[in-house]
């Protein structure tokens, strides 16, 4: 202890407690001393620390497993769940494209396209819970059909569609059957309103109906040029015709409108996006609107006098090559596809092919005057009968024996004579086939026409090795070989141009949505026989029409030298295969002088009256020929005809 430090005193504690004792009683009996009472049961608390980690744990593994999903959506599959999302929140609606118009060379309409409506269904507006009504759809559907011209179950059916919001019942609707449903749906809007201003449940079967703005192909002139046109399908896509053949200029291409939605209707005020539509291009042909009228009626008119099967015109511009009319009967309307006939569908000028008979003597003229074997002065003498490999020839009708120029053979259709003629074609009959095909090839016979028309048929014409005993001998003639309307117009139009045969066109251009006119590609053409040869020629067919002894006096037109052929063929009946009636026909061009217009007329099968195509097909020629003259101001002719002669004295 340091001596600065003073001494400690030690505090006493407090006493501790002594054990009380008790004395024991000495009178009391001692006794068992009773074992002392058993304390309470004590719980004892477990460490807390373990559990808080345990809890901590857990939270710690769902807090990370929350981060997890979390990154996952908004970084990993960000872009898909944004896509799902767009796609529950936005719609997109097509904006249909303006199909093209077709018109003719003027621009009258042929084929256009007008305001129409796809009318549509919201089929979970059918539903009882929705409509109030238990059979919905029924009754929806019974009072659509009528103005739709739907099968009822049909409209049912789809009105009844589950897990969609969107059905289509029935596509380009004119406004007037939109203005009826419109009308039923506000009469039924009306009624549920007033059942359930009377505590009633408001049923509206018609609240679920909708329509969405579309177009509708129209031909305005009805049957008019439907041949060419074809028509569209219930898509409205181009499914005959130039409309199938064009339909990817005519459609153009469809637009997208997206939009906001909720519940199935658009929210107006949250935006939209557009990508406009790209009208189709309009289509000009070098159809002429009147003079494809005047053909049509024609050929109408006649096929039905006669009963025939069906028959053709066509017009064609020599100078250029363009179809001004290209006419069929019977047609048909493709406003109203119900009610056409399939094998009138098409267009028979370029798919039917047929043995053209005396209207292809001009082709065999051509090689036998370009060959310079003869001239039209050169003497025929034409038996009436002509034996010839396993055949024995005539002419249509019997005759003592003629005494005919070259001309004359071709102005009275003398079968026989043409026979003689082509066989100095070459030192053998093989050698004159292989020169007389040449030209046949060179006319088109047996190639596309060039118009690229769909089911266009190229006519039958086999290599003249191929050609049977008989077959070298009718071929000059125009049996036993095949071809269509237009091909045999073609021909004309060469030997009336100048020999060049220009390829034929059915569409002068398009015009694109800014309105610029693109003129169609330049035709091919090509020199067939000199211009010699086809003045030649021209004199000749003159003599068809214009000479009494011609065949084709029906023909003439006043103020106009016309020169022309006559056809009449031995026709293939297509069910049987076998010959069976006639194919009548008349082929010519005006004015002779100065060609601006080629005429061709046929008429399959005629059963009434004449089979002749000089007493049915010359009218017709008539008719067509004066109104086109007229309608494109063609003036009549300065000069009078070459007078080529017809027959000669023997001796001369």
Sequence with gaps: MSPKEPPRRRIPGPPRPRPRTTARPASRPATRRPAAARAPHTIRLGAPKPRLRLVGVALT?????????????????????????????????????????????KGVALATSVDAHDITADPSMFTPQESKAPDAPAQAAALLSPILGKDVKELT???????????????????????????????????????????????????????????????????????ILGYVNAEGKGAGGLESSLDKKLSGKDGELTYAQSGGRRVPTAGSSEKPAVPGQDIELTIDRDIQWAAQSAIAEQVQKSEADRGYVIVQDTRTGEVLAMANAPGFDPNDLSKARSAAMGNAALQDVYEPGSTAKVMSMAAVLE??????????????????????????????????TLNGVLAKSSNIGTILATGQLGATQPEANKVLYSYLDKFGIGQPTGLGYPGESRGILAKPESWSTSQQYTIPFGQGLSLNAMQAASVYSTIANGGVRITPTLVRGTKGPDGRFTPAATPEKSQVVS???????????????????????????????????????????????????????????????APRITVYCAIQNPTKGSYFGGQICGPIYKQVMEFALKTLQVAPSGTAPAGLPVTFEPGQ
């Design 371 to 404: 060959e310079k074997k003869a001239t039209p002065a050169t003497h025929v003498t034409v038996p009436n009968r002509l034996h010839r490999g396993d055949r024995l020839f005539k002419d249509d009708i019997d005759h003592p024996t003629w005494n005919l």
């Design 61 to 105: 593994l769902v807090m990370a497993a929350f981060v997890i999903r979390l990154l996952q959506v908004q970084a990993v599959d960000a872009s898909a769940f944004s896509a799902v999302a767009s796609k529950n929140r936005f719609a997109s609606y097509t904006l249909a494209a303006e199909r093209g118009n077709i018109t003719d060379r």
């Design 157 to 227: 059916d789809r009105l009844a569609t589950k897990n969609t919001r969107y059905v289509v019942l029935a596509r380009r609707q004119t406004p007037q059957v939109w203005n009826q449903i419109k009308d039923l749906k506000r009469v039924f809007a009306e009624k549920a309103a007033a059942d359930k201003k009377n505590n009633g449940p408001g049923a509206n079967v018609m609240a679920g109906v909708f329509q969405e703005p579309s177009s509708k192909r129209v031909y305005p002139g009805g049957d008019l040029a439907a041949g």
């Design 531 to 593: 211009p010699e040869t086809a003045k030649t020629l021209a004199q000749m067919l003159e003599s068809v029409v214009d000479d009494q002894e011609g065949t084709g006096t029906k023909a003439r037109i006043p103020g106009y030298r016309v020169g022309g052929k006559t056809g009449t063929s031995n026709r293939v009946d297509p069910a049987t295969g076998h010959y069976k009636g006639y194919t009548a026909s008349f082929a010519g061009f005006a004015p002779a002088d």
